[in-house]
């Protein structure tokens, strides 16, 4: 499946973001960092995630891959900016929920994170959307084991 499948709404937020993905580079000193794959479709992604007063101060993250993959990784670095781990866990079954089907959460605010929607028409590619929000999990996981 290519962007071009997409209805035309999702498929400009979408390119828009792959084109000019917003967040991008290493976070120097950043107290969370997680990196993952899909090896289905040979995507990569690394977040860092720098906490301040409990709440995420900065989000950003480099990766390759798929359209689809790494316009996910510059949408959801936009909506982590400013929210505690816990909206950051509502946020990610959110976009899992959603993703399963569901309607989105009208208590979570998806921000260009909704345009994804149109990819659930595709399963294999859910994959590369879901890459970004089972990275960031795990380093929340790994994070709140070690402190
Ligand atoms: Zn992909």
């Keep these: ?6 209805d035309e709404l999702y498929r400009e937020v979408i390119l828009d973001h792959f084109r000019s993905p917003r967040n ?7 107290d969370i960092s997680a990196e993952g794959n899909n090896p289905l479709c040979g995507d990569q992604i690394t977040f860092w995630l720098a906490l301040d007063d409990g709440k995420i ?5 480099v990766g390759k891959g798929c359209a689809i993959s790494q316009a996910a990784g510059s949408m959801f670095t936009e909506q982590l900016k400013g929210k505690t781990l816990a909206d950051v866990s509502a946020l990610i079954a959110a976009m899992k929920a959603l993703m399963q089907g569901q309607p989105p ?18 399963p294999v590619r ?3 959307a879901a890459l970004s929000w089972n990275v960031v999990e795990q380093g929340l996981t790994d994070y709140t084991k070690q402190s």
Excluded: N
């Excluded at 101060?57 to 993250?61: E, Q």
């Excluded at 959460?105 to 595709?122: A, I, W």
């Design 105 to 122: 959460d009208p208590g979570v605010d998806l921000g260009d994170l909704e345009s994804l929607v149109g990819v659930r028409k595709f």
């Design 24 to 30: 991008v580079g290493e976070l120097p000193g950043a």
């Design 126 to 128: 859910v994959k590369c």
């Design 57 to 61: 101060r900065d989000a950003r993250f």
């Design 1 to 6: 499946m290519m962007v071009e499948q997409l």
